[in-house]
């Protein structure tokens, strides 16, 4: 969320207001509301400052404004026409709206709208001011010819700002949810998955029936490409090795295990998956990986295993690890099976 989209939010939502304001000045003075015709003037004032509060960024104050003028018009509209005419609905609205505002200011790191205080308020001042025309009736009496067309005007616009922010707060709490998955279960140096994600996935398999195989590719001599041409280099040589580790196992799932490690998981059989993964070892090998104008020669050894009936993951996972220790040590930049 970025201040612009706020701004321009409020904007919309301000002047939407506004010209209700005007078109229920115009709807008082025909049924000889006087009071509220000359309240109505004060009321468009507060949403003309309103403009210049988003303009300078003074959410905060303009959205207390707004909430506590809001409620003293539902207040005085109700008392005086009665809650015939559905202007005591706004405080539906009004309610989650502000609670949807105290997210909005979570995200943006402003200080707290105290909803809870504010919709408290709300709802005490709603109780008192529908109370009042129980007991004594409102102020005016007008033609109820007027009521049945207002009920409906006043609760589509409660409905429509409910919907709308409704929509807003669950889109926005959903894409929050998506961002932090992905933070969870993507490696965020090399875009793979990571380990947390390759630990789980390797967990739903069943263990009964082998399932494909997997594959532990290690960069060969990584230390030594970080102290030689430096971290920031070595960062380039990952994000490389993993972008020729998406285009040769295309169809496999990777993930960076950890430092320099590299997991392939496969369905296929690891006869089948040989050819794809000595064709990963020369695509890394021949690549000309280069930082600086600087050419880094990198290799990488890789361990495959396939899964046996009944193997837990992690007796599968240290046989893969396990072939790839020895090509480590018998030379490296080899496939090991």
């Not at 989209?5 to 000045?25: C, D, P, Q, Y």
């Not at 003075?29 to 003037?41: E, M, Q, T, Y």
């Not at 196992?249 to 993964?277: K, N, V, Y």
């Not at 930082?291 to 880094?296: G, L, M, S, V």
């Amino acid at each position: 969320m970025n201040m612009s989209l706020v701004k321009k939010m409020s904007f919309t939502v301000n002047t939407v207001i506004l010209a209700l304001v005007f078109g229920l000045m115009a709807f008082f003075r025909l049924c000889g509301a006087d009071f509220l015709v000359w309240f109505s003037i004060p009321t468009a004032m507060i949403y003309l400052i309103g403009y210049w509060l988003i303009h300078k960024e003074k959410l905060d104050i303009y959205v207390w404004m707004i909430y506590l003028w809001l409620t003293l018009y539902m207040g005085v509209t109700t008392v005086c026409l009665g809650y015939g005419y559905g202007f005591h609905l706004y405080c539906f609205s009004m309610i989650p709206t502000m609670f949807v505002t105290e997210y909005m200011a979570y995200r943006l790191r402003r200080r707290s709208m105290r909803s809870l205080y504010i919709s408290i308020g709300i709802a005490v001042f709603y109780l008192v001011c529908t109370g009042s025309v129980a007991l004594f009736g409102p102020i005016y009496e007008s033609e109820r010819k007027y009521e049945a067309f207002f009920w409906v005007f006043n609760a589509l616009i409660v409905f429509g700002f409910l919907i709308y922010y409704t929509n807003y707060l669950i889109l926005s709490i959903i894409r929050s949810e998506e961002k932090l998955k992905e933070m969870a279960l993507v490696d965020r140096l090399t875009q793979l998955h990571n380990r947390h994600y390759m630990l789980s996935r390797l967990a739903e398999l069943p263990p009964e029936t082998g399932s494909g195989f997997i594959a532990m590719a290690d960069i060969d001599n990584f230390k030594k490409i970080n102290d030689t041409y430096g971290h920031n280099a070595g960062d380039h040589v990952l994000r490389t090795v993993s972008d020729i580790l998406r285009s040769r196992c295309g169809s496999c799932e990777t993930a960076r295990w950890g430092g320099e490690e590299f997991l392939i998981l496969s369905s296929s059989p690891l006869s089948e998956g040989r050819d794809m993964l000595e064709a990963l070892r020369k695509s890394v090998a021949e690549a000309p990986i280069a930082f600086e104008d600087k050419p880094i020669p990198v290799t990488i050894t890789i361990g495959a295993a396939e899964r046996l009936p009944g193997q837990s993951e992690d007796a599968w996972i240290q046989a893969a690890d396990s072939k790839l220790y020895f090509g480590k040590n018998n030379g490296k930049n080899r496939l090991v099976i």
